[in-house]
């Protein structure tokens, strides 16, 4: 079992850095500017990376969601991405940093009771926040783990107030060619889409991640909100949302129109199915040059088997 007990006043261990709670600090109570720091001896640049409700962080950790493993170092975990609107390597750093987060609108609409656009900043000063230890698992057979900061997803599901016969959750990245490269290949189905049945949006573990190691999210791990659904291969997991969509038709998402016999809908990890082209029995740790096996559910099948008892005969782990 992952979960293990933890109060929620102990500080993080080894992720949410000394100097980002000290940043953090210092920045509510003394009110220190950019100027302020550099005077203190501190690189603003650090400081400037808090963007979109900054205040909020570090965030009260959950003891419901820590994990029995080391997290990801920040420095590993915030520079091996993939955010193809950015390239297809790993390294997408500084290129993301084009991307224009503030503002930042996010339209609500479809089949809710009323349709919104309300900016990123406003949406998540409503969302209970706290932060959370959750597992990454990537369809391409390596993993990490994180401590996210943000909201469930299901607070967001109640705020936009769906209609009943609303059954799925469309979830749409920017579209904005002339800030991600990656947009200008035109055999892309951009822009990058996701989605989730509403019981899968309205579970526990769905997670919006706003923050990242005790900070506002890195705009390369997707700025200013991000999906983070820890028992679903981390394609599923889409960023930098600007559009929540309720409806009554399954998406189609990025890489179902990309190869839909590789990624499909549900994409549940499990070790026991192999990915048409790799195994997925097992894992490499990034940061650790470990392979650890693999867990259905990626560990999370006691809070997330249940949404599937009903679904025998369709591709689940896919
Ligand atoms: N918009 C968008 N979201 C995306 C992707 C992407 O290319 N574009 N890549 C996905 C994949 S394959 C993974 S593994 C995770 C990677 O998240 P990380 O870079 O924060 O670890 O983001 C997912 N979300
Ligand atoms: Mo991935």
Same mark, same amino acid.
């Given at each position: 079992m992952l979960i293990k007990r933890h109060r929620g006043w102990e500080l993080p261990e080894n992720h949410a850095t000394p100097e980002a709670v000290f940043l953090n600090r210092r920045q509510i109570?003394?009110?220190?500017g950019a100027a302020g720091l550099v005077a203190a001896g501190i690189r603003p640049a650090r400081a400037q990376a808090?963007? /979109?409700?900054?205040?909020?962080?570090p965030a009260k950790r959950n003891p419901a969601y820590t994990l029995d493993r080391e997290l990801t170092e920040e420095k590993v975990a915030t520079s091996y991405n993939n955010f193809y609107e950015f390239g297809?390597? +790993?390294? !997408?750093v500084r290129p993301a @940093?084009?991307?224009? /987060?503030?503002?930042w609108q996010v339209k609500i609409d479809g089949m809710v009771e009323k349709e919104i656009t309300i900016d990123a900043e406003d949406l998540i000063r409503k969302m209970p926040i706290d932060e959370r230890l959750y597992r990454h698992r990537c369809v391409e057979a390596w993993s990490m783990a994180v401590p996210w900061t943000g909201f469930p997803l299901k607070a967001l599901v109640d705020f936009a107030?769906?209609?009943?016969?609303? +059954?799925y959750l469309r979830m749409e990245t920017f579209k904005r060619p002339e800030e991600a490269s990656? @947009? &200008? @290949?035109?055999?892309?189905?951009?822009?990058y889409v996701e989605g989730l049945s509403i019981a899968e949006a309205r579970n526990d573990l769905a997670y919006i991640a706003t923050g990242v190691y005790g900070k506002p999210i890195p705009k390369q791990m997707g700025a200013p909100l991000r999906l983070a659904v820890?028992?679903?291969?981390?394609? &599923?997991?889409? &960023?930098? !949302?600007t559009r929540f969509s309720f409806t009554d038709q399954k998406p189609k998402s990025f890489w179902e129109g990309m190869a839909a016999d590789e990624y499909g809908f549900w994409a549940n990890v499990n070790p026991a199915v192999a990915h048409p082209r790799w195994s997925q029995a097992t894992e490499e740790v990034i940061g650790t040059g470990k392979r650890v096996p693999t867990l259905i559910y990626n560990g999370y099948g006691e809070q997330v088997a249940e949404l599937y008892k009903d679904m025998a005969g369709q591709k689940l782990f896919m």
């Open positions: 109570v003394a009110g220190l808090s963007g /979109i409700a900054a205040e909020l962080y297809t390597s +790993k390294n !997408i @940093q084009a991307l224009t /987060i503030k503002p107030k769906p209609l009943s016969g609303a +059954k990656g @947009q &200008k @290949q035109f055999w892309y189905p951009w822009p820890p028992w679903k291969y981390g394609f &599923k997991s889409v &960023k930098s !949302i």
